[in-house]
Structure formats: structure tokens, C-alpha cells
């Protein structure tokens, strides 16, 4: 087997729709041993965590909202505090592989498009752009109105790619678990890690 490249990478959460996603991609991560995660979860996905997480199916092992936000948290190798811009990630000097914000919200979207942003999140995407390392937001919105285009387009001239949850349907899913395995396949290929997740059309052709 190839050897695998240690990669660092930085997970931002914000509050979209979309934790179960957010789940299934730490614990993507966090079975593969060569990459180091450092996350970040804002205080709207707080909000949305306790919204969602009924609908999650897993109360039984995540009776409260704070036990899932530490489920989430324990995936990762190291976690970061929103307000904390004294971490490591607020940092173009401190190196990683590239960041994902999984979910992404409008709000972070304008924020991050725009330069502004105030907490570690938001600085942390800032930095990667300015250092030209990957940025990858997974927005979720519908319909989107004529600012988050116009944000989304801002975001991609300065480097960002922008990587809707878009069920692929190619793939065959059975489960909703099968099309957010295949995605956070997907989404990992944005920075060249290899997960055996995704489906590759073709690929025995
Ligand atoms: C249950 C719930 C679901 C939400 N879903 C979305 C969403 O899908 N997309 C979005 O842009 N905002 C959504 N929001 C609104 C954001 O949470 C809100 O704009 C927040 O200020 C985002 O802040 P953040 O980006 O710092 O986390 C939702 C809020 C709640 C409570």
C-alpha cells in the first residue's frame, strides 16, 4: 500500500443545516490515522446542534445538546474555542493542509467573503486564503438570493471552493448515510486525501 502524507486540517462548523453531515465527516476523519484535525464549532451551530440532534436518531447515546457537541468534539484531535484568536489556526505562521466549514451558513459565508469576521472561525478562513491553502465551504442555503451568489463568487475569485451538499445519485445510495459517506469522499478529494469513501464512476473501466 502507499505510503500515506500526514496532513493537517482545520474543520470549521457553523450554523447551517446539516450536523449529521458535520458528524459523519469527523468521524471520517478521525479513522484516518495520517491526518491531524483541529475544530472549530461556533456558537450557531450550537443552536442548530440542539435543533437537529432529535432528528439525528442518536439521542439514545446523545441525551443532551452539550453531549452531542462533545461527541463531535471528541472526533478531532484537537479542538478549538470560537473566541480563542490566540489559537494556533488565527495564524498564517502555524501550517496546515487546508480548512472545510461543514456546514457553512450565509452569515459565515458574508462574513468570511468580506473580511470581517471577529472570531476563530471566520479569522481562520481568512488566513487560509491569504496564505493560499484550500478553502473549501459546504454553504447551505435554498433558494439562495442575489448576495449569496454574489458572496459565493467574491469567495471563489479569492481561491475558495464553494461545494453544496449535492446528493449524488450516480453513486446508488440506499441510505442517507450512503450519500453523506460519498460526499465526505468527496470532499476530502478537495484536499487530495484519500478515503475509499467516494464512488468513482468508471472506474473499473
Ligand atoms: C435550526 C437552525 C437551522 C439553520 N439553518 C441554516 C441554514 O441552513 N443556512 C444558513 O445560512 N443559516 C441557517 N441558520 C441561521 C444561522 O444559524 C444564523 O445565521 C447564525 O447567525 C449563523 O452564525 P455562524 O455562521 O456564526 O454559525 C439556521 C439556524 C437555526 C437555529
Not at 491526518?35 to 451551530?45: D, F, M, N, R, W
Request: proline share 4%; charged share 20%; glycine share 8%.
Amino acid at each position: 500500500m502507499a505510503q500515506q502524507i500526514y496532513r493537517r486540517v482545520v474543520i470549521g462548523v457553523s450554523g447551517a443545516s446539516g450536523i449529521r453531515l458535520t458528524r459523519q465527516f469527523l468521524l471520517t476523519l478521525r479513522d484516518l490515522p495520517h491526518v491531524e484535525t483541529h475544530l472549530v464549532i461556533s456558537k450557531g451551530a450550537r443552536l442548530v446542534v440542539r435543533e437537529e440532534h432529535e432528528e439525528m436518531g442518536i439521542q439514545e447515546e446523545a441525551p443532551g445538546t452539550e453531549d452531542l457537541v462533545r461527541q463531535l468534539e471528541m472526533c478531532a484531535d484537537h479542538v478549538h474555542s470560537i473566541d480563542d484568536l490566540g489559537a494556533g489556526p488565527a495564524s498564517g505562521s502555524w501550517k496546515h493542509d487546508g480548512m472545510i466549514v461543514c456546514p457553512c451558513s450565509m452569515s459565515s459565508l458574508a462574513t468570511i467573503a468580506h473580511g470581517c469576521g471577529t472570531n476563530l472561525l471566520h479569522r481562520a478562513a481568512d488566513v487560509t486564503l491569504k496564505e493560499c491553502r484550500p478553502l473549501v465551504l459546504v454553504v447551505r442555503e435554498t433558494p439562495l438570493n442575489l448576495i449569496h451568489v454574489e458572496n459565493m463568487r467574491l469567495l471563489m475569485q479569492a481561491g475558495a471552493t464553494i461545494m453544496p451538499f449535492m446528493p449524488a445519485f450516480y453513486a446508488r445510495p440506499k441510505t442517507i448515510e450512503d450519500m453523506l459517506r460519498h460526499f465526505c469522499g468527496r470532499l476530502l478529494d478537495q484536499l487530495g486525501i484519500e478515503s475509499g469513501l467516494a464512488h468513482r464512476w468508471r472506474d473499473n473501466m
